[in-house]
């Protein structure tokens, strides 16, 4: 199966952006990977924060928006809050199976 | 409100077999594709099985391939995961969920080991 990559780890400041990225090892992430973005706290089962690019949920903070860029699905955080240090996982389909990334620990400092 | 209540974990040895349930409610579950994630302890979410609405295709990752099966009775709201051939590499916490919707169970906990 395939490997999608994440950063193992990002630091921001509070108030700043910063910006999570998800590849594949097949090629470029495309609107057919339907990519989702989780967030999971210690502790807690992962919360669905974005899925299929960019649609969000009715908890999501409007501080965070998805896109593809440069090949790859891309989760920005613009004004990140204390609350918002996590880790985040992305998630491809691969017409049939799915293939969840490796996680990035995301530190606000 | 929905729920999803994971429960069937345990303690098993090397070799065993576990089942794992999944009870769902407040939402229409006959009409939804179902998940199966796990998460080794320290580790990262790994996606185990899907199921589709009527139970007629099912995908697994290559992981748990001709170990695992993922089955649902809708009459009953009910997901299910039957583990073979278990090991220890499978000690996890499994989740059932619907993820594009946001549907997460609390998790079973299943730990092989002899």
């Known amino acids: 199966q395939a490997v999608v990559t994440q950063e193992p780890s990002l630091t921001v400041s509070p108030g700043g952006t910063v910006t999570l990225t998800c590849g594949s090892s097949?090629?470029?992430?495309?609107?057919?990977?339907?990519p989702y973005w989780f967030q999971q706290k210690p502790g807690q089962a992962p919360r669905t924060l974005i899925y299929?690019?960019?649609n969000k949920h009715s908890w999501t903070p409007a501080r965070f928006s998805g896109s593809l860029l440069g090949g790859k699905a891309a989760l920005t955080l613009s004004g990140a809050q204390p609350e918002d240090e996590a880790e985040y996982y992305c998630?491809?389909?691969?017409?049939?199976?799915?293939?969840f990334g490796g996680g990035t620990k995301l530190t606000v400092l | 409100e929905v729920l999803l209540v994971d429960s069937g974990g345990g303690l098993v040895q090397p070799g065993g077999s576990l089942r794992l349930s999944c009870a769902a409610s407040?939402?229409?579950?006959?009409?939804?594709?179902m998940t199966w994630v796990r998460q080794a302890p320290g580790k990262g979410l790994e996606w185990v099985a899907n199921i589709k609405e009527d139970g007629r295709e099912k995908y697994y990752a290559d992981s748990v391939k001709g170990r695992f099966t993922i089955s649902r009775d809708n009459a009953k709201n009910s997901l299910y995961l039957h583990m073979n051939s278990l090991r220890t590499e499978d000690t996890a916490l499994y989740y059932c969920a619907r993820p594009v919707e946001g549907y997460w169970g609390q998790g079973t906990l299943v730990t092989v080991s002899s």
């Open positions: 097949t090629g470029a992430v495309t609107s057919g990977h339907y």
């Open positions: 998630l491809l389909h691969y017409s049939g199976p799915w293939v």
């Open positions: 299929d690019i960019n």
């Open positions: 407040g939402f229409t579950f006959s009409s939804k594709w």
